[in-house]
Every structure is written in structure tokens, then in C-alpha cells.
């Protein structure tokens, strides 16, 4: 067994509306056999260019997984062909028990005229694969749950690496998937201050129904006992300021707390 390097790139950190400074939802893991890329937000463009370009041509294989099928989330879909060119594809999405779709319904659904112009069904150089539980993809142990969600999402976790929870309301048991993990990536869609303001109460209560506070990710992060939280899937109607107050919140309860630009890069070690 030895040592490899490992960097985790995120492409994209914006929800649902991509913005000058940041796309939306896309995070490109770099292994030594293959690429990693989870859900194909906007963020997904950014691989068009270099250096991002060279972790494509770098290996032959690309493994795309799908935390869920809102479009904000897989708009980069249509973008494939050009990204990802000839080579190797799987797209791996939930099983039927973890989010009530059947598989079936999800990519190819959206890969199809009117939306698309090649049906998925004849794009033969891609392949569909269904996740429920865990699984060795290339080598490396991926885990998946479900989440509650405006439609069930789901949350990854990679080894004892990084854990990807977005799109979910704050759930204790994301805090057992991600015990032990260096990072924990989690949503931060608004500040739990936002309750106590008359003017955003209502807003702030709806938005709790399906998203997450940057305390409430904090709290998980802590329980977890994860070496870093990362806040992502931002509220594009809010502004840098209003991020770097997210920070600030979480880092009352769990100080180990960033809120990470667009292609910022963070490097693991593991054994192989």
C-alpha cells in the first residue's frame, strides 16, 4: 500500500443561479486513475479551460456522480460532448430507494429532444450506473444517503476524505456519515439570524424546509468531529458580505469554518 496525492477542486459553489463571481454546484475530485466530478452545475464549464482542462486529459476514465436532478445541478448535462470529448463516461445516479425516481427517469429524461439533441440512448460512449449504499468505483469507496429535499437528494461520501451534503435541511444523521471525514462540504443557504428579522421571518422559515443554516451545518461539523467545514450551494440574492457573515456564524460553534471561493483547491492524502 502507498501514499497518493489527491486534490478536490470545486468548480462551482453558487446555488441555483450562476453569478459573475461564482457557478453553480460542481466538484471535481482527481484520482490517479480517473476523475471524479460531482453534479454538473455550471461549474462543469470551468473544465473547458486550462490548467482545469488538463484533469480531463490527464485520465481515461470520468465518473460523474448526481446528488439530484434539479436543473441547477445538471444543467452542465448539455455540456458533456465538449468537456468531457470521447472519453470513458459513467454518470452514477441514486437507486429508486433512496430517492423515489426511478433512474430511467432522471438522465435520459433529460437528454432527450426537445431539450438535448442526442437522445441518451444513442450516446453510446456513456453509461448509466445506480448507486444505493456504497460501492469501489476505480479503486476508491464511495458512499451514498438520502436527504430531505425538495425532491429527495442525496449526500456522497468519498473514504474518510470529504463528505458532499447540499440541498438538504439540517439532519442529525448526516452527522454520523460524516464522522471521521477531513472535510465536511456542506449547504449554507442563510443566516439563522434571517428568523429573527420580521422583514425575512417567512422567508427564512420556508427556505428552513428544505435548506440549512451555516449554524446548523456548524453543528453537524462539530459533532462529526471533521478536521474542516466548507459552506457551499450560496444564496445567489446574497453577496460576499453577506457569506463572509455565514463564516462568521458557523465559526461560533465549529471555528475549523470557510466559505470557499470558486476553484479553490483542497489536497488530501491517501493509501492505495
Do not use: K
Not at 428544505?210 to 462529526?224: D, F, G, N, V
Amino acid at each position: 500500500m502507498r501514499s497518493t496525492s489527491t486534490a478536490l477542486t470545486l468548480l462551482g459553489t453558487q446555488g441555483w443561479i450562476p453569478t459573475a463571481r461564482r457557478e453553480t454546484t460542481c466538484l471535481a475530485l482527481q484520482t490517479r486513475r480517473s476523475l471524479f466530478l460531482f453534479d454538473a452545475g455550471t461549474g462543469l464549464s470551468r473544465l473547458l479551460s486550462e490548467p482545469w482542462r488538463s484533469m480531463v486529459r490527464a485520465v481515461p476514465r470520468v465518473h460523474l456522480f448526481l446528488t439530484h436532478y434539479h436543473l441547477d445541478h445538471t444543467c452542465g448535462l448539455a455540456y458533456l460532448s465538449g468537456v468531457v470529448g470521447e472519453h470513458d463516461l459513467t454518470i452514477h445516479v441514486p437507486a429508486h430507494s433512496l430517492n423515489h425516481i426511478a433512474p430511467a427517469e432522471g438522465v435520459p429524461s433529460l437528454l432527450r429532444p426537445p431539450f438535448h439533441p442526442v437522445a441518451w440512448e444513442h450516446q453510446a460512449e456513456y453509461r448509466l450506473a445506480v448507486l444505493d449504499g456504497d460501492t469501489l468505483v476505480d479503486g476508491v469507496r464511495v458512499y451514498v444517503r438520502p436527504q430531505c429535499h425538495a425532491g429527495i437528494s442525496v449526500a456522497y461520501r468519498v473514504e474518510d476524505l470529504f463528505v458532499l451534503a447540499t440541498d438538504t435541511v439540517s439532519d442529525p444523521a448526516t452527522a454520523e456519515f460524516a464522522a471521521g471525514a477531513q472535510v465536511l462540504l456542506h449547504e449554507a443557504w442563510i443566516d439563522e439570524q434571517e428568523l429573527n428579522d420580521p422583514a425575512r421571518q417567512d422567508y427564512a422559515r420556508r427556505m428552513l424546509t428544505t435548506h440549512s443554516t451555516a449554524r446548523q451545518a456548524a453543528e453537524i461539523a462539530r459533532t462529526a468531529d471533521v478536521q474542516e467545514l466548507m459552506l457551499i450551494h450560496l444564496n445567489p440574492l446574497r453577496d460576499e458580505e453577506y457569506y463572509r457573515q455565514l463564516r462568521r456564524r458557523a465559526a461560533e460553534v465549529f471555528p475549523a469554518t470557510i466559505v470557499p471561493d470558486d476553484l479553490h483547491v483542497r489536497s488530501f492524502a491517501r493509501r492505495e
